[in-house]
């Protein structure tokens, strides 16, 4: 039963709720709280607060996974990703949406919202992030729209990421 | 602290031990160490037991009295203690007893390390050792060990130019070496075209880039140096024992291409040796995953960082330098039962000090080196070992 | 009545990848699937990848939605799915979705079932809090992943996606000037608790069923609304396949170009509760200010409810380049062999492993 141990994490899961230090302000996913970067650690004690990360960033590596994680037997094979995110903390996800093959060093991605585990066919059912490749603007049929910048994820700000 | 020495050694077979309990294999190591280091029960101060997770491959925890119970030492009621660090089990087990020794704390002890694996599917093996990783922000998104790893190898092609047949090179290397080591899970020889093409397990890492999981044990016997003569011929010393970690999760590390946990703790123990990487001519390197042992010889200062491809295409620490690796076949090859891994890494380097290595035997080995990961980097441990002539 | 400019604020629309035609499908049966395709005027359908179901995907059409309109998701006072393929039995796909888009707590919040029209009928509920004042922001989805039996006629069509509007009082973009149902005990289509497949009543799933109740529920709407044909622009109908829209249209007197925006299941298969939703979101994709719309929503057991709609000036201020187009959704996609897809859905007994 892993259900109270999801639970918790769904504000991060969910709405890439993360943390900043007020004293250096980097950054961090999943949420900390005591900074590494600060020197002394101890001065950040109190001090990071709730940071909602917009879930934009680019592939820094990837594997294309075919001997799969348990419960992820369905999709292989798989592209699995460390992504830098725009605001600058790296986390792993899969790729979806995407032919494995076409998965790249410094593919811009965006989060999306999908299942991520069951516990059976009976038990609860896990959601949370994975990326996908930003559909640029102003190539395949988005061409001759107007200008504008790419598609984001609506990745809003989340109340209880006070919880963080 | 005083200076330790090793002064027996044990180790079983490693492979898949179907007639063999836990119990029976982490006792056989044992005994090796005490009656190859002739050492009688009665003066030994405590046992070091090296497992990552026998209470998911066993349904048992609380192993390191087991052991002793088993060993029928439970009348001596000596402190036995397990030590868990993932895959740095048992160097962490070691690094325990070392410190022990050298504390004056005890006078001997044995390390021991063991892992039973074969008792659980493959598909719930998998489950249990990738969970030496971030559970909660790695592997509930679907990341596996060899996947993590093989996003290490991505990023060291992409920045430095190493090609998946440098990858393939340690694997070919490792099985040559175990066809002549009795005790290793893989007797059989590999190509370079067999390891590139072996099936995918995450690319670009293919099934014979990774390591097997193994049953097996491996255990020694400390002591003080001074005395050492006393149990032993050939003492060999601990001349270091060093661990350093990082963060746990590969997307937090300051490089995706360095172990910094490998860096400092080589470092550390290069410095604690008055050693520096040409004065070592046998090397244990952990190669559960073939970009991790390319990694670690650059990490580690055996060549410089980005020239590990380079270096396993030209064969340099295949015989052809001055450090010579993996003669016991590697995790790759020898095996890989977790808790045991580090323990049988410096057995290993005791025979090749010693000169007991016999068809796999470096001439000359004087001083040794023993590395040993946990998970992708979060624990490192580096062990310098050095003959007593 | 007050508030009779309440209406859509904003929308959001969510298609999976993965297509596959009525001829895959048909050749795995005998049958001739393209014939099949043509019969039905389906030319392909969604399907969704395996990590998706109607709270992954309502979650992808609404945080579309919020964006365009920079809706504080703390604002929405009521969040409504509709569906009829909600992956828990018990326990709200709504929550999730609530909470995946930052709008808990403070929000009521419940799961809307009737077959087809699920999310219409959200769309009311919204409404009637949204005019009362009682919430700022009403959400209404309609959500599907909905699955024919292996060799049923309703596998050359059944196919998932999602459609959420944000139903307010502020901004609006297209006023609900009118809406009026019809609904009568019905048994066209149905699928009883337990059942991993949904049963019909073949035929008769045509005319006691869904020509009876667009038809009629498109005629209360000319009544209520003192309109005939000829004052909309566009019309949209649900459209279990792109036979049964036109039909229906064209009996009503609606012209090809009238229906031409709203017609989206020959390109993506029937979305069921989303059908209408996405079909509305192609022609608010296409409309301009002043235009009229008349949605004829049908969900089966049965029901239809409709709505009039005008688009307003706000339309100039709301950014409809962010997210993707419908035609997004109606061009691209990936095709997937029948085997594939039956591994996908869950076809495939894997037994107890």
Request: proline content about 5%; hydrophobic content about 40%; charged content about 20%.
């Amino acid at each position: 039963m892993t259900i109270a141990r999801f639970w918790r994490e769904t504000p991060r899961r969910y709405n890439l709720g993360g943390s900043r230090c007020s004293v250096c302000t980097t950054v961090y996913f999943p949420p900390r709280t005591v900074c590494p970067t600060c020197t002394a650690h101890r001065q950040s004690l109190g001090k990071m607060e709730p940071f909602q990360l917009s879930g934009e960033g680019e592939v820094v590596t990837f594997s294309i996974v075919h001997e799969p994680a348990e419960g992820f037997e369905m999709q292989v094979p798989y592209a699995l990703a460390i992504v830098k995110a725009v605001e600058g903390p790296l986390l792993t996800g899969q790729v979806v949406n995407v032919v494995p093959e076409e998965v790249k060093i410094g593919l811009k991605v965006h989060a999306t919202f999908r299942k991520l585990r069951e516990e059976g066919a009976a038990g609860v059912i896990h959601y949370g992030y994975k990326f996908a490749p930003k559909e640029e603007a102003g190539t395949g049929p988005r061409a001759g729209r107007e200008a504008e910048p790419a598609p984001t994820p609506a990745l809003s700000p989340d109340p209880s990421r006070a919880r963080a | 602290m005083r200076d330790v020495a090793i002064l027996g050694i044990g180790m079983t077979k490693f492979g898949e031990l179907w007639d063999h309990s836990f119990r029976e294999i982490g006792i056989e190591a044992g005994f090796q160490a005490l009656v190859d280091g002739k050492l009688g029960s009665h003066d030994l101060g405590g046992l070091y037991l090296g497992n990552m997770a026998s209470g998911a491959f066993l349904e048992q925890e609380h192993i390191a009295p087991l052991i002793l119970d088993y060993a029928g030492l439970a009348g001596h009621h000596l402190p036995a203690i397990r030590v868990e660090a993932g895959g740095a089990s048992g160097a962490m087990a070691l690094h325990e007893g070392y410190l022990a020794v050298a504390s004056g704390a005890y006078d001997f002890v044995v390390v021991g390390g063991a892992e039973k694996m074969t008792d659980v599917s493959d598909t719930e093996a998998a489950r249990i050792v990738d969970a030496t990783a971030d559970t909660e922000w790695e592997l509930v998104f679907g990341a596996t060990l060899p996947s993590l790893w093989a996003m290490v190898a991505r990023k060291h092609m992409h920045e430095y130019g190493t090609r998946r047949e440098d990858l393939a090179a340690l694997p070919v290397h490792d099985h040559q070496m175990a066809s002549k080591n009795p005790l290793a899970h893989f007797r059989n020889k590999v190509t370079l075209d067999q390891v590139v093409n072996s099936g995918m397990v995450a690319d670009p890492l293919g099934l014979l880039d990774c390591a097997p999981l193994s049953d097996g044990a491996a255990a020694v016997l400390l002591g003080p140096l001074e005395g050492a003569r006393k149990y032993t011929d050939t003492p060999v010393k601990i001349a270091a024992s060093q661990v350093a970690c990082d963060t746990m999760a590969l997307h937090h590390r300051r490089d995706l291409t360095t172990m910094d946990s490998t860096v400092f703790a080589g470092k550390r123990a290069f410095s604690q040796a008055r050693r520096k990487p040409s004065d070592v001519q046998v090397a244990e390197i952990d190669d559960a995953y073939s970009i991790g042992g390319l990694v670690a010889l650059e990490d580690l200062g055996f060549v410089a960082k980005g020239e590990g491809g380079v270096a396993m295409r030209d064969g340099r620490f295949f015989g052809k330098g001055p450090t010579q690796i993996n003669t016991s076949g590697g995790l790759k090859a020898q095996g890989r039962p977790f808790g045991a891994v580090g323990v049988a890494q410096v057995v290993e380097l005791v025979r090749q000090l010693r000169g007991e290595a016999k068809e796999r035997q470096v001439a000359g080995a004087q001083v040794g080196l023993a590395h040993n990961v946990g998970g992708t980097g979060a624990t490192s441990v580096v062990t310098v070992l050095e003959r007593m002539n | 009545m007050q508030n009779m400019n309440a209406g859509i604020v904003s929308y959001g629309v969510y298609v999976p990848r993965y297509r596959i035609t009525p001829a895959e499908i048909g050749q795995v049966w005998g049958v001739d699937g393209a014939a099949m395709g043509q019969g039905l005027n389906i030319e392909r359908k969604s399907v969704p990848a395996p990590d998706e179901d109607t709270i992954t995907i309502s979650t992808e059409a609404l945080r579309v939605a919020l964006l365009r309109a920079k809706i504080d998701p703390q604002e929405i006072g009521a969040l409504y799915v509709g569906s009829e393929s909600h992956p828990y039995a018990v326990k709200p796909t709504a929550t999730i979705v609530a909470h995946a888009v930052g709008a808990t707590p403070h929000l009521t919040a419940a799961d809307y079932e009737f077959a087809c029209k699920a999310g219409t009928a959200a769309i009311q509920t919204c409404l009637g809090l949204v005019r009362s004042e009682m919430i700022r922001y009403g959400v209404a989805i309609g959500t599907d992943t909905s699955q024919g039996a292996p060799g049923d006629a309703l596998e050359y069509s059944a196919s998932a996606g999602g459609g959420a509007l944000v139903i307010g009082r502020e901004n609006v973009i297209a006023t609900v000037n009118h809406t009026v149902s019809y609904t009568t005990d019905t048994p066209d289509f149905w699928r009883r608790e337990g059942q991993r497949y949904p049963s019909h009543g073949g035929r008769f799933t045509g005319e006691p069923a869904y020509f009876r109740h667009v038809s009629e529920c498109a005629k209360s709407m000319f009544q209520a609304a003192g309109t005939t044909t000829k004052d909309y622009t566009h019309v949209v109908f649900h459209q279990p396949n792109g036979k049964f829209p036109r039909r229906i249209g064209t009996q009503l007197g609606f012209t090809d170009d009238q229906m031409k925006y709203g017609m989206v299941t020959p390109r993506i298969g029937n979305t069921y509760s989303a059908a209408a939703l996405i079909g509305l979101a192609n022609v608010l994709d296409h409309a301009k200010p002043g235009e009229r719309i008349l949605v004829v929503g049908y969900g089966s057991g049965a029901g239809s409810d409709a709505f009039d709609l005008t688009v307003t000036d706000a339309l100039a201020g709301y950014n409809r380049s962010i997210g993707l187009p419908v035609q997004f959704f109606l061009d691209g996609g990936v095709e997937l062999s029948y085997s594939v897809y039956a591994k996908f859905r869950g076809k495939i007994d894997m037994g107890e492993a």
